[in-house]
């Protein structure tokens, strides 16, 4: 500050920069000046040579740089907040009428500046849009980080004065967010399905209440709340065809075929799933993922994929499963790729490959710690720990499949659970250890029962019985063979016949 003082007009014009950040141009700090250009560029090299600035290329293509974020700041806060306002109101407004491709790059900048200047609709409408680019790129925490600071605003505004519009806008944006960075069963994604789905109500917005349905979907599923993931998905599609939209419709015809999946009906899943597979543009395709959360064209291959390998088509699966992969790398949807990804590795697993497996659960723990997609990063710990223990490496292998176990149970996760149940008393079973092998399918078949998840029913049965046998043949054989007949039983109802197969 002393230094700053003893620069006369020249501390004037720092002030003034260090409202539109540690970096500007000139030509956005001569638009929001009262200075001449002649005096304003001397006060510039003045700081310059004070060693305040860096300058970066040569007036009036310019570009200054505060030489650390504490002068900056030192500048700035020498500013009464009464002077402070009108200049962020000043330099938003030159950005919006002088450079609009710089609005388009950075609409956050925009959004700070009117946020400061305490114009507080007009900054909300900036977070929005900034949130939604941030959404288009993927970047999934600064989305919500953009979108949470607009809905700040809107809880300091006037209730009267708040536009429900610019609300919903804001809810809507943070759901596939938080899908992405906290997983599908959090509460957050809960709070903002259920205040989008409210707003839709009361605006009347067919398109945003499907949007919220498949939130609402997603936090039920994927606790294995089927019955009322059930309510919620038959909900969407009724609002899908409303809007006849296809690529709505055909979204919520992919949640409805993998519930179905999950639910063990192998035959209706395929033909839901077949009318999810409509036509696919890829522009149209990503723009949904980013407002839903996810592609039902690769999200919908990889789990008709999951359904030709149960139904004994394992050739024809590994087909499929490498268009989904290669559709989702195409489609450049993170959340989209990381599910298509974690659905591979658990595949690889049903199918007994470890090889498959241990290369897949490295590419999707890997994707997902670089794209912040955390809810697939667990489940890559699930398959790597079980190719661990294919590998012999027992203890290791199930120290990583219970570090997945505990992290989606910590985020609500309960799909899919009794699966690896199955696959998990299968390995302890391989070194004798039969009893924590059969206390782990007791609790999968009471899973089964409590959710209605029946995918891995049959598996759970034949592992059941393996163990039994495995653990005293002669006076097991009666209780095995029941398991092995109701397994069976079950995969032929489902017309699951690979895993008919393993239990004949």
């Not at 723990?365 to 398959?383: K, P, T």
Request: glycine letters at 8%; proline letters at 3%.
């Amino acid at each position: 500050m002393a230094r700053l003082d003893l620069l006369g007009a020249a501390k004037e014009v720092a002030q003034l920069a260090a409202v539109l950040g540690r970096a500007f141009p000139f030509a956005l700090l001569r638009a929001v000046s009262d200075v001449d250009e002649a005096p304003l560029q001397a006060a510039l090299s003045r700081l310059v040579d004070a060693e305040l600035l860096h300058q970066r290329g040569v007036s009036p293509q310019a570009t200054y740089v505060f030489k650390h974020a504490l002068i900056q700041d030192a500048a700035y806060q020498s500013l009464l907040k009464s002077v402070r306002q009108p200049y962020h109101q000043r330099g938003a407004d030159a950005l919006v009428e002088r450079f609009p491709e710089d609005v388009e790059a950075r609409p956050a900048y925009v959004a700070h500046h009117y946020t400061e200047a305490g114009l507080l609709e007009k900054a909300i409408r900036y977070w929005t849009h900034a949130g939604q680019l941030a959404l288009q790129r993927s970047a999934n925490l600064e989305a919500i980080s953009h979108f949470s600071k607009g809905l700040e605003l809107l809880n300091v505004m006037p209730p009267a004065s708040v536009d429900p519009r610019q609300e919903l806008a804001l809810w809507l944006g943070l759901c596939p967010a938080y899908i992405a960075t906290r997983g599908f069963s959090t509460p957050e994604v809960e709070w903002a399905a259920l205040r989008s789905r409210e707003l839709c109500e009361k605006l009347g917005e067919v398109e945003g209440a499907a949007l919220a349905s498949v939130g609402k979907f997603a936090f039920h599923f994927v606790r294995a709340e089927l019955r009322q993931a059930r309510v919620d998905a038959d909900a969407g599609l009724a609002l899908a065809q409303r809007t006849k939209d296809p690529q709505l419709v055909a979204l919520m015809n992919m949640l409805i075929g993998d519930l179905c999946y999950w639910e063990g009906n192998f035959g209706t899943a395929r033909r839901c799933l077949s009318e999810a597979l409509i036509p696919w543009d890829v522009s149209k395709a990503k723009s949904l993922a980013e407002r839903s959360g996810l592609d039902a064209h690769c999200v919908g291959l990889a789990y008709v994929a999951h359904i030709e390998f149960a139904m004994g088509y394992p050739d024809r699966s590994q087909a499929t499963l490498a268009e989904s992969l290669r559709d989702a790398q195409l489609l450049g949807h993170a959340q989209s790729r990381g599910h298509c990804l974690g659905l591979a590795g658990w595949l690889a697993v049903f199918r007994r490959d470890p090889v498959a497996a241990r290369q897949l659960a490295n590419r999707t723990i890997e994707y997902c710690r670089e794209q912040r997609v955390m809810f697939w990063e667990a489940s890559g710990y699930l398959v790597d720990g079980w190719a661990l223990i294919q590998e012999g490496k027992m203890h290791e292998g199930t120290e990583r499949m219970h570090q997945g176990f505990t992290i989606r149970r910590a985020a609500g996760a309960a799909l899919v659970h009794a699966s690896f149940q199955a696959v998990l008393a299968e390995c302890h079973g391989m070194v004798g250890e039969f009893d924590t092998g059969l206390t782990l399918i007791e609790e999968g078949l009471a899973h089964v029962e409590w959710s209605g998840e029946r995918t891995s029913e049959s598996e759970l049965h034949r592992v059941r019985g393996a163990l039994l046998l495995a653990k005293a043949a002669e006076a097991n054989t009666e209780a095995a063979t029941q398991c092995f007949d109701r397994a069976i039983a079950v995969a032929r109802q489902q017309g699951a016949k690979l895993l008919e197969l393993r239990s004949t």
